[in-house]
């Protein structure tokens, strides 16, 4: 019923609705040991820092986070490869796109909260004749097409009338990507941090930026499903680890030192490249309040990649479930170990 309830909201209400609910409830303490949770996320990505400190430093039981995406969460065919390992999780991190593409084979995905804001941007060469987003017309842009990242792209080309069409699409591994820029194969970057200030750091000057600030930015989420929640023993584990999470999210922007070690640690980046990364990412651990509006304008688009007909805002608004960060909300901040 209360999931019925927020799915009638408007996004922006729902976030002032939970936001606003911990001054009418009192808070209750977290259990001493909720029992081990298994959590699984791409850990070579700086949104995920604030995972990393609550499981080490707040989540008051056994807390792994190994690498892995939403295919963990029912353990699918196909999990185990580059950026995931085999195993079945409790909750999962993902930026929306990927939530969107998993949640059409397993509709009982739910979205609990959101970790981080990818702040994006474009990194080009200037000697590439371009100055403002429309020179891009015919060029080559290193991105990842099927990730947030192509997303953001297809936002920033339309804010000039580009689209796809109008440029080539290169994708190639992440680490490849700065040194193409450098090497003049490709002519832009539109990737996630920190792969976009390798970029703009291999160019030098003859870089230009184009900022996502108002056109995109990724929104990196905790996810679980269906049948975790309603698991009395593995709902309770969810719960205070979203409250590990909100508690870890609060030093990282009070201090983020243990945060960005963390980071550089899992990735294998540079702890003085995470710093210069830094702020381009947002550690909200809350509702954005427009998630919704995001992920159903996010979903014409899929739709129209994978040639099939696009879910309504009723459809979605089922996959995001806003019960669990109430509950993390009304429960005492728990102390860092």
């Known amino acids: 019923m209360a999931q019925a309830f927020f799915g009638r909201l408007s996004t922006a209400a729902l976030g002032i609705a939970v936001l ?18 298994a959590v699984y996320g791409n850990i070579t990505t700086f949104e995920i820092g604030p995972v990393l400190l609550a499981a080490q430093h707040y989540y008051p039981g056994e807390a792994s986070v190994k690498m892995g995406s939403v ?40 979205i609990v909260m959101t970790v981080t804001e990818g702040l994006y941007r474009m990194v080009a060469r200037k000697s590439a004749g371009i100055a403002k987003v429309a020179d891009l017309k015919g060029k080559k842009i290193a991105t990842i097409s099927v990730t947030s990242s192509g997303y953001f792209t297809q ?15 290169v994708g190639m591994a992440l680490p490849d990507m700065p040194k193409a820029l450098a090497e003049r194969r490709v002519d832009a970057v539109s990737i996630w941090e920190p792969e976009v200030e390798r970029a703009a750091q291999a160019i030098g000057e003859d870089a230009i930026e184009f900022t996502g600030k108002g056109v995109y930015r990724e929104l990196f989420n905790l996810n679980t499903i269906a049948p975790n929640l309603a698991d009395p023993a593995k709902r309770k584990k969810i719960v205070t680890f979203v409250r590990a999470i909100i508690d870890a ?89």
Not at 21 to 31: D, G
Not at 274 to 293: E, P, R, Y
Not at 300 to 307: E, M, R, S, Y
């Open 71 to 110: 295919a963990n969460l029912v353990g699918a065919p196909g999990a185990g490869g580059q950026y995931s390992s085999e195993g079945v999780a409790d909750v999962s991190t993902n930026a929306e796109t990927q939530a969107l593409r998993y949640s059409l084979r397993n509709p009982e995905m739910r």
């Open 249 to 337: 999210s609060a030093e990282t922007r009070r201090d983020p030192a243990a945060t960005q070690a963390l980071v550089a640690q899992n990735s294998k980046y540079p702890l003085d490249l995470v710093k210069q990364s830094w702020s381009h990412h947002a550690f909200i651990a809350n509702w954005t309040g427009d998630l919704l509006d995001v992920m159903v304008e996010e979903e014409t688009w899929l739709a129209k990649q994978d040639k099939r007909p696009a879910r309504g805002r009723e459809e979605l608004a089922r996959l995001i479930d806003t019960s669990i960060l109430k509950e993390a909300l009304a429960m005492k901040p728990l102390k860092r170990k």
């Open 155 to 169: 936002k920033m080309l339309a804010t000039a009338g580009l689209s796809s069409d109008d440029v080539t699409m």
């Open 20 to 37: 606003m609910l911990p001054a009418c409830v009192h808070a209750q303490p977290a259990p001493a040991n909720p029992g081990p949770i």
